[in-house]
């Protein structure tokens, strides 16, 4: 029986030649991550451990981007903390506020070369699975795994089964991988993927883009997915030459590929020309409707960032709709930039200049208001369309908030019309 | 190892609120924690459970919040073992790190019965309903989850391995 593209990455950690769906193996991890939620209780668990020092001081990722700048004393608290414990430890990759290379976890970890095609990594965050973008093993796990993959470099796994995703043909205009995957968690439905790896495959991967990959795999978790992956093509390769160049130059990175004979649970042969622009409703990722066959639903805010949808290329679509037009009177629209690089890039080629002229503000690389941390809360009653991804009761606010998924042009429209609506009205 | 006890039988898709709710999460002491165990389904179970009595339930088993209370919550309760014909992802891995045994078996979870006297050898997955003698197979756990489980959780299985 041959292995999918995560077998092979997880065969390959566990130093065998061949895994199956189901075994249990220990595995080694190129990267451990946290932030500053899931850190500060792995910080007691990890002193629990006996363990001196961390594995690999080069190896642990610390990212203090939930709750700061810190909105409170509990944060600043809990920030100080896994400060203090990076300094201690000598962890290379603890990232200030500020610093060129901060912003949100999986926004920045890609970016500042941490990541490669065929490397096996955890992070106590669920929306670790970004990186299966770039051919990686990735997947989030809870503070106490954390606190041990930070002491030995290791953790199990079960081997997940998959879902392959046979894409072909090309997006219509203004069509996002957001769009796709919102398209996918409602056919499927949150526990659609329960244990397994998301594998996406076919001729149609080639033309998405790296950030289309990177929104995709972030939510293969809201499917109830451990991963989501794509294979590695020349995109990939790119990718990881501008961000990973050291690597790249080494050729210190595997491009696995599934075997022909990889057993899959089940296969869906998805033609991008058929998906529509999608929005997700409260209160759950999975209830998706197609833009234009609802009724009109009036808005009071737009959140677009986040670990989903805030690299630069969003921020170019974004003011590619803005330029010369406003938000609608009456609704507030927040950008966060997913890093310190997008926010500087985006002030370069003068996109956050088209924003504030359109009346948005501009806040800082924060994950903010995606988890009703901070930086845009919604009150009782309120509605907001978001580029974030979960949803659920309460996510950005008051529990009787509501918050819209959808991509960046439906998240742009929608703030100039004041209703959820697609560009095409614009 | 072996585990041998009475069965407490339950459904599909019990969710971790159900094991441990919310409202008893301002602790992370197991022993506090295992006397709110299972009480939104069953007030009972706390009062009748003893050490190494076994959680037979249906599909999806600790679906929910990533909460490391709720295995924690079983095992403090004395349950030795879950039998499931599948986990929530996040759970399986919180029980195994907490030391909490859990085996995967349709046929066993269909065919125990409520109240059943169950043993269960960890070595070769044999499940034994000794008051029917039906046995089963369920897939055997390598020895480092062995070791992590006899370690009483990843933590303890860490320290060993120093
Ligand atoms: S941006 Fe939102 S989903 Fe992403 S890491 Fe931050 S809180 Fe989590």
Redesign the pocket.
Same mark, same amino acid.
């Given at each position: 029986m041959g292995m999918t593209m995560t077998q092979k990455i997880l065969a390959a950690h566990a130093g065998l030649d061949h895994v199956e769906a189901g075994q249990l193996i220990e595995a080694r991890l190129d990267l451990v991550l946290g932030?500053d939620v899931t850190t500060p209780p792995a910080i007691d668990v990890f002193a629990k451990t006996c363990a001196c020092g961390v594995f690999d001081k080069s190896r642990v990722a610390i990212v203090p &981007?939930?709750f700061t700048p810190n909105k409170d004393i509990k944060s600043a608290d809990n920030c100080k903390k896994i400060r203090e414990f990076a300094r201690e430890k000598g962890i290379e990759n603890y990232y200030e506020i500020g610093d060129p290379q901060m912003g949100?976890?999986?926004v920045i970890l890609p970016e500042n070369g941490l990541v490669a095609p065929g490397d096996a990594i955890i992070g106590a &965050?669920?929306?670790t699975c970004t990186y299966g973008a770039l051919g990686a093993f990735a997947t989030g796990v809870g503070s106490t795994d954390l606190a041990c993959a930070m002491a030995t470099g290791q953790t199990w796994f079960r081997v997940p089964e998959a879902i392959r995703f046979d894409l072909t043909g090309k997006f219509r205009e203004n069509v996002t991988g957001k769009d796709l995957i919102l398209w996918i968690i409602g056919k499927i439905g949150v526990d659609g993927a329960l244990y397994e790896s998301m594998e996406f495959t076919g001729p149609g991967v080639a033309d998405l883009s790296m950030a289309d990959r990177l929104t995709i795999c972030?939510m293969a978790i809201e499917a109830g997915g451990k991963n989501g992956i794509f294979p590695v093509d020349e995109r990939t390769l790119e990718y990881i030459r501008t961000f990973a160049p050291d690597r790249y130059a080494a050729s210190s990175y595997t491009a696995f590929s599934a075997d022909a004979d990889a057993e899959y649970v089940s296969t869906y042969q998805i033609d991008l020309a058929d998906v529509p622009l999608t929005v997700s409703f409260p209160h759950l990722p999975e209830n998706t409707h197609t833009v234009g066959t609802f009724e009109p639903i009036e808005i009071d805010q737009v959140v677009i960032?986040?670990?989903?949808n805030?690299r630069l290329e969003d921020l170019r679509e974004a003011a590619r709709f803005f330029a010369g037009r406003t938000v609608k009177k009456g609704v507030r629209c927040i950008i966060l930039p997913?890093s310190q690089r997008v926010w500087n890039e985006a002030l370069a080629e003068g996109l956050l200049k088209i924003f504030v002229d359109a009346h948005c503000v501009v806040s800082a690389s924060t994950?903010?208001p995606?988890?009703g941390?901070h930086m845009g809360i919604l009150a009782k009653g309120e509605r907001c369309v978001s580029t974030?991804?979960?949803n659920f009761v309460g996510r950005m606010g008051h529990p009787e908030s509501e918050v819209y998924l959808a991509g960046v042009p439906v998240a742009v429209a929608s703030a100039i019309l004041g209703r959820i609506a697609g560009p095409d009205e614009l | 190892m072996i585990a041998k006890g009475k069965v407490f039988k339950y459904g599909d898709n019990v969710d971790t609120d159900v094991i441990i709710p919310a409202r008893y999460l301002n602790t992370s002491v197991p022993s506090e924690l295992a006397k709110h165990c299972m009480e939104d389904i069953d007030t009972t179970f706390v009062s009748r459970v003893q050490p190494g009595d076994i959680l037979v339930a249906g599909k999806n088993f600790g679906c929910g919040s990533s909460r490391e209370h709720a295995p924690i919550a079983i095992k403090a309760s004395g349950i030795s073992c879950v039998i499931a014909p599948s986990f929530a992802r996040i759970f399986y891995r919180n029980a195994i790190n907490m030391g909490l045994a859990i085996l995967e078996s349709t046929e066993a979870a269909e065919a125990i019965q409520n109240g059943d006297e169950v043993s269960i050898d960890f070595e070769t997955g044999t499940i034994t309903d000794v008051t029917t003698g039906a046995s089963f197979q369920a897939k055997p756990f390598p020895a480092f989850i062995r070791k992590i489980i006899e370690a009483d959780g990843l933590v303890g299985y860490i320290a060993t391995q120093k």
């Open positions: 932030n &981007d939930h949100v976890e999986h &965050d669920s929306h972030n960032g986040s670990c989903t805030g997913g994950c903010g995606c988890l941390g974030t991804n979960r | -």
